[in-house]
């Protein structure tokens, strides 16, 4: 890593700090993100089994579709890497990425219909799932993979507008001082039906405070 010669010690020190903690910051996303989709995965897999049998037990048993599961998963992950829909964070989806979803979803249905076809059956049947089932399975995985980052991105599209329309940065009333002071207290919130005032009260319940007082012109906000 290179410091600018005409930066103090303290602040090359913090500027790689936070280059450290964007990077941590990024592998846990990705991470995270890893994991919801291969809940996604198993359940959309899991439900096309189900709607496939009628939700009766399939001939194979459910090990069976747990074991098969496995290479579903190497053929979908496989398929969001290669066309890189790691690369877009969820909260900055756009219609102009929704091609690259659709063509983990193709790539993956493909990969799976091939080995069907290509692979004995067998010895290898585990890892050959039935036509009807990787059909079924990617059309719901498919509304899973759009329909999640859709969601998370109304919600932190909703979450930034709230900042921009306090004009500052979200204030937190946690920490040891105004716990302390808000601990066994009675508290009077007047405004509380609106967007702010609701998080203020939300912050002092969580802050132990015996009890909320909430004031609002509209009755009907309060719940």
Not at 40 to 59: I, Q, V
Not at 95 to 120: E, F, I, K, M, Q
Not at 126 to 153: C, E, F, K, N, Q
């Amino acid at each position: 890593m290179c410091y600018n010669s005409s930066m103090s010690p303290d602040e090359n020190g913090n500027s790689a700090k936070r280059s450290r903690d964007a990077w941590v910051r990024f592998l846990l996303t990705r991470a995270a993100g890893c994991v919801i989709d291969t809940g996604a995965m198993g359940l959309a897999y899991l439900g096309a089994f189900a709607l496939r049998m009628d939700f009766r037990e399939p001939a194979c048993g459910w090990r069976a579709v747990a074991i098969s599961f496995s290479t579903v998963w190497a053929v979908q992950m496989a398929a969001l890497l290669l066309t890189g829909c790691y690369s877009v964070p969820w909260r900055r989806i756009r219609t102009l990425d929704l091609p690259r979803y659709l063509g983990a979803v193709v790539l993956s249905c493909g990969v799976l219909t091939l080995l069907r076809v290509l692979l004995p059956d067998g010895a290898m049947g585990h890892v050959r799932p039935p036509y009807s089932v990787t059909l079924i399975d990617a059309g719901l995985w498919g509304m899973a993979l759009v329909g999640m980052r859709v969601v998370w991105r109304v919600y932190m599209q909703a979450r930034q507008d709230e900042k921009q329309l306090l004009r500052r940065s979200e204030r937190s009333l946690v920490g040891a001082a105004v716990l302390e002071m808000l601990r066994g207290k009675t508290v009077l919130v007047t405004g509380a039906g609106g967007t702010i005032g609701g998080e203020i009260v939300r912050q002092v319940a969580r802050g132990g405070a015996a009890r909320v007082v909430m004031v609002e012109r509209s009755e009907n906000a309060l719940y």
